[in-house]
């Protein structure tokens, strides 16, 4: 069997989802290195070498891949970080090492407001209307409230704001939700002016979902849609997180979507590769494309773009993948990968939390127990269920710490669990099963992730926005 080594970019889950599927290859010996941001006891149980870089500097994970470059034939990236400050540029320069992500060039999600601009000359159709704050053209609060409220006038209030710069999902404030007054606006607004230019846009009603595709830099395979939630509590209430949860159907569409959905979004993102891809053919390979729709039913938005694989969007396809995904980063590499095979089932995907995550302490007091702050967190029995599902459990550890013998969480999501089924409730109830077997730590969890009635509420809101077009 033929020996491959492959350096892992790190940050969480996704990540861990990565090298659990590699590590699953049956047509090569797969030998993983790791760069990551914590001692991931996952990763630190299947990589021959791991190092954390606490930071994911790119220069300290440089480094790395030149320590081990004679035993690494590539190297691939999931967080943004590293890709948005350059991390293929470097490694592809300093280590000859090839890097499966974007280039820093083609890292789009590095502005919103430069996605915003593009998206405007390939597809003005489905952007939504959108002005450009500037720090120096708002100088006083004053000044900025003047501009801002005028903005807000043509909207009528009904705004969307956000960073420039990426947040992590979390910087963006959306009017009904976040704020209901403009006075709560303008106070959401200054603090992420203090940061760089921020984008106000019209805030759009529909449906979302997320579209992703890998890449050779020459062609696409788009890969099925997922949908992701990305507030923090029950009914899509509370702050924007990375993401508590997601979810896949059998096919390649939502229950909300239609086929010419689908076809539409493909058709929109084909367009944008194929302006990008004229002047670079391998800067774009990866996931150069994880976009957010908007369903409206009149019209397609795009909400954002990201520059690498979902997180969880990402863990809902890797699992159930029918092609070696070794193979599929050497096509990817060769520039001849031109569609993906996928088993046809369901995927869930739940988070579980510690309390200090996305204020939920704050919010409920009550459902946290004291003394289970800052315990260790047992998987064992989560790992148990492998005996009685098989395949259909994955238990993918993201922001937590191996000390010793014991495992911590930290104070991201710490643990997502993927259920895979023939339909979608059925994954749900693995995926949960799985969650509930989790102890310690106070980690918690949304628990209408996929589920009957917020799939209905979902796909009946689609119906009704069809009805008045």
């Given at each position: 069997m033929e020996k491959v080594g492959i350096l892992v970019i790190s940050y969480g889950a996704r990540e861990t989802a990565i090298v659990d599927v590699f590590t699953r290859s049956t047509n090569y010996d797969v030998q993983i290195y790791v760069a990551d941001k914590q001692r991931n006891p996952f990763n630190m149980k299947r990589a021959t070498k791991h190092v954390v870089i606490s930071d994911l500097n790119i220069i300290e994970i440089?480094?790395?891949?030149?320590?081990?470059?004679?035993?690494?034939d590539f190297c691939i990236v999931g967080p943004e970080k590293p890709i948005i400050d350059g991390v293929r540029d470097l490694i592809e320069k300093q280590t000859c090492i090839p890097v499966i992500c974007p280039t820093k060039e083609y890292a789009i999600e590095a502005s919103k407001i430069k996605q915003r601009l593009l998206f405007k000359q390939v597809v003005p159709e489905v952007n939504p209307r959108f002005q450009i704050f500037n720090p120096k053209d708002c100088k006083t609060q004053e000044e900025a409230r003047k501009t801002v409220y005028k903005w807000l006038d043509e909207l009528d209030d009904k705004a969307v704001v956000k960073p420039d710069l990426p947040a992590a999902g979390k910087g963006v404030g959306v009017w009904g939700d976040h704020f209901t007054t403009r006075q709560q606006l303008l106070e959401h607004f200054m603090a992420n002016?203090?940061?760089?230019?921020?984008?106000?846009?019209?805030?759009?009603?529909?449906?979302?979902?997320?579209?992703?595709?890998?890449?050779?830099?020459?062609?696409?395979?788009?890969?099925?849609?997922?949908?992701?939630?990305?507030?923090?509590?029950?009914?899509?209430?509370?702050?924007?997180?990375?993401?508590?949860?997601?979810?896949?159907?059998?096919?390649?569409?939502?229950?909300?979507?239609?086929?010419?959905?689908?076809?539409?979004?493909?058709?929109?993102?084909?367009?944008?590769?194929?302006?990008?891809?004229?002047?670079?053919?391998?800067?774009?390979?990866?996931?150069?494309?994880?976009?957010?729709?908007?369903?409206?039913?009149?019209?397609?938005?795009?909400?954002?773009?990201?520059?690498r694989p979902g997180d969880p969007e990402i863990i809902n396809i890797l699992p159930i993948l029918k092609n070696d995904f070794v193979d599929i980063c050497f096509k990817i590499l060769e520039g001849n990968l031109t569609h993906i095979e996928l088993e046809k089932t369901a995927t869930v995907v739940t988070y579980k939390a510690p309390p200090n995550y996305a204020e939920y302490m704050d919010t409920f007091p009550d459902q946290v127990d004291k003394q289970e702050i800052g315990k260790s967190v047992n998987l064992s029995r989560a790992y148990e269920l492998t005996r009685k599902y098989g395949d259909r459990i994955r238990i993918y550890p993201a922001a937590m710490e191996?000390?010793?013998?014991?495992?911590?969480?930290?104070?991201?999501?710490?643990?997502?669990?993927?259920?895979?089924?023939?339909?979608?409730?059925?994954?749900?109830?693995?995926?949960?099963?799985?969650?509930?077997?989790?102890?310690?730590?106070?980690?918690?969890?949304?628990?209408?992730?996929?589920?009957?009635?917020?799939?209905?509420?979902?796909?009946?809101?689609?119906?009704?926005?069809?009805?008045?077009?």
């Amino acid at each position: 069997m033929e020996k491959v080594g492959i350096l892992v970019i790190s940050y969480g889950a996704r990540e861990t989802a990565i090298v659990d599927v590699f590590t699953r290859s049956t047509n090569y010996d797969v030998q993983i290195y790791v760069a990551d941001k914590q001692r991931n006891p996952f990763n630190m149980k299947r990589a021959t070498k791991h190092v954390v870089i606490s930071d994911l500097n790119i220069i300290e994970i440089c480094k790395f891949a030149e320590t081990n470059k004679d035993k690494i034939d590539f190297c691939i990236v999931g967080p943004e970080k590293p890709i948005i400050d350059g991390v293929r540029d470097l490694i592809e320069k300093q280590t000859c090492i090839p890097v499966i992500c974007p280039t820093k060039e083609y890292a789009i999600e590095a502005s919103k407001i430069k996605q915003r601009l593009l998206f405007k000359q390939v597809v003005p159709e489905v952007n939504p209307r959108f002005q450009i704050f500037n720090p120096k053209d708002c100088k006083t609060q004053e000044e900025a409230r003047k501009t801002v409220y005028k903005w807000l006038d043509e909207l009528d209030d009904k705004a969307v704001v956000k960073p420039d710069l990426p947040a992590a999902g979390k910087g963006v404030g959306v009017w009904g939700d976040h704020f209901t007054t403009r006075q709560q606006l303008l106070e959401h607004f200054m603090a992420n002016l203090q940061q760089g230019s921020v984008i106000i846009e019209e805030k759009i009603e529909g449906e979302e979902s997320s579209f992703q595709a890998f890449c050779d830099g020459k062609h696409l395979a788009p890969l099925p849609e997922t949908r992701d939630y990305k507030r923090a509590f029950d009914d899509d209430k509370g702050p924007q997180t990375g993401g508590m949860g997601s979810y896949k159907d059998v096919g390649e569409i939502l229950p909300f979507m239609t086929k010419t959905d689908r076809t539409k979004e493909v058709k929109i993102v084909t367009k944008i590769f194929e302006k990008l891809k004229i002047e670079d053919k391998t800067a774009l390979r990866g996931v150069p494309f994880y976009m957010a729709f908007m369903h409206t039913g009149k019209t397609l938005k795009i909400l954002e773009n990201n520059s690498r694989p979902g997180d969880p969007e990402i863990i809902n396809i890797l699992p159930i993948l029918k092609n070696d995904f070794v193979d599929i980063c050497f096509k990817i590499l060769e520039g001849n990968l031109t569609h993906i095979e996928l088993e046809k089932t369901a995927t869930v995907v739940t988070y579980k939390a510690p309390p200090n995550y996305a204020e939920y302490m704050d919010t409920f007091p009550d459902q946290v127990d004291k003394q289970e702050i800052g315990k260790s967190v047992n998987l064992s029995r989560a790992y148990e269920l492998t005996r009685k599902y098989g395949d259909r459990i994955r238990i993918y550890p993201a922001a937590m710490e191996q000390r010793h013998s014991e495992t911590y969480a930290l104070k991201s999501r710490a643990v997502a669990i993927v259920g895979v089924g023939e339909n979608i409730e059925s994954a749900r109830q693995i995926s949960l099963e799985g969650i509930n077997a989790i102890t310690g730590g106070a980690l918690w969890y949304r628990t209408d992730i996929a589920s009957k009635q917020h799939i209905e509420k979902s796909t009946k809101h689609m119906e009704e926005l069809r009805r008045r077009q």
